[in-house]
Nanobody, 115 residues
Framework: QVQLVESGGGLVQPGGSLRLSCVAS????????MSWYRQAPGKQRELVAT???????NYADSVKGRFTISRVNVKNTVYLQMNSLKPEDTAVYYC?????????WGQGTQVTVSS
């Protein structure tokens, strides 16, 4: 059974930084691409960043140059370093993995960017 547990969210002022973490269990972590999504109130869930098993990364245009996704396979952990945060980054952030065509999600972690 796949389990994803996110942490690291919180309240931060515009221009600040946060680092989100997601620990995975129940999968051979190193062979799967991992992703971060976010969902703001009243909006659809959107893809933020993806890292492949080999470390190739992709980002939504809205976060390019500000966010960095990374992974540490020996810790079964994927990170999202978020810098220069903006109020429009406010959302619940979710970790995601697709195993055999089935999506698994964490419980989410709230990020609020406000002065």
């Amino acid at each position: 059974q796949v389990q994803l547990v996110e942490s690291g969210g919180g309240l931060v002022q515009p221009g600040g930084s946060l680092r989100l973490s997601c620990v995975a269990s129940g999968i051979m972590f190193r062979i799967f691409a991992m992703s971060w999504y976010r969902q703001a109130p009243g909006k659809q869930r959107e893809l933020v960043a993806t890292i492949s098993s080999s470390g190739t990364t992709n980002y939504a245009d809205s976060v390019k140059g500000r966010f960095t996704i990374s992974r540490v396979n020996v810790k079964n952990t994927v990170y999202l370093q978020m810098n220069s945060l903006k109020p429009e980054d406010t959302a619940v952030y979710y970790c995601n993995v697709n195993v055999g065509g089935r999506n698994s999600w964490g419980q989410g972690t709230q990020v609020t960017v406000s002065s």
